[in-house]
């Protein structure tokens, strides 16, 4: 079956600190992989995509993720957290023959100053 | 573009009424999705749609759910008659397809009372 698990249901930080959201994938088809970004009572926004080529991909907001097939997973990351990238992440995942967009339960990331 | 639409954004109904959530996509996007999210389950995909025509409904929750998709340009998900434990989020998202990511609008924050 094809799924994505977001590890970890909540994240805290301090200002500066790495930012690290885990996500790992189970499919039988390659992948489309995503990040998207949801701050409090709005919509989603997508934050970066890896669909194919280069397995480092770089976002909005100083954000990249990096494809790994071997170990199936996409993890978030940010060298440096800022009071503003608190909010809650989702990764979602899509395939070539379906179109169909899944999405993990989220990770929300505070901030601490 | 606008972005997608959504309408209304605050639903407020009495159990047993029905409820019509609208959604206007971008235009040229072939894809259209519509989301529930709640505290509990997250964001799951209740049914999408590819040129007006519905691909996979398997995550509406039950009859009481439907959805239509009569043009290019509007949808819409019914629930007849709404439940208290209907009370979510409803995000509507559309794509020109998987690889691009979906774009979502604002959503519809319906309270059934």
């Known amino acids: 079956a094809q799924s994505v698990t977001q590890l970890g249901s909540h994240v805290s930080v301090s200002e500066g600190a790495l930012v690290l959201l885990r996500c790992n994938y189970s499919?039988?088809?390659?992948?489309?992989l995503f990040w998207y970004v949801q701050y409090p009572n709005q919509g989603l926004q997508l934050l970066l995509k890896?669909?194919?080529?280069?397995?480092l991909v770089k976002g909005i907001n100083g954000f990249e993720a990096e494809f790994k097939k071997s170990e199936t997973s996409f993890h978030l990351t940010k060298p440096s957290a800022h009071m503003s990238d608190a909010a809650e992440y989702f990764c979602?995942?899509?395939?070539?023959?379906?179109?169909?967009?899944?999405f993990g339960t989220g990770t929300r990331l505070q901030v601490f100053p | 573009d606008a972005g997608v639409i959504q309408s209304p954004r605050h639903e407020v109904t009495e159990m047993g009424q029905e409820v019509t959530l609208r959604c206007k996509p971008i235009?040229?996007?072939?894809?259209l999705f519509w989301y529930r999210q709640t505290m509990m389950r997250g964001l799951e995909l209740l049914i999408y749609f590819n040129n007006n025509v519905p691909i996979d409904d398997s995550g509406m929750p039950e009859d009481r759910f439907s959805a239509k998709m009569p043009n290019a340009s509007f949808s819409t998900l019914k629930i007849q008659p709404s439940e208290p434990r209907d009370s979510a989020v409803y995000f509507c998202a559309s794509t020109p397809g998987g690889r691009v990511g979906a774009f979502f609008g604002q959503g519809t924050r319906l309270t059934v009372v």
């Open positions: 499919s039988s088809v390659p992948p489309y």
């Open positions: 979602a995942v899509s395939f070539y023959n379906t179109d169909k967009l899944i």
């Open positions: 890896y669909t194919t080529g280069a397995t």
């Open positions: 235009s040229g996007h072939d894809y």
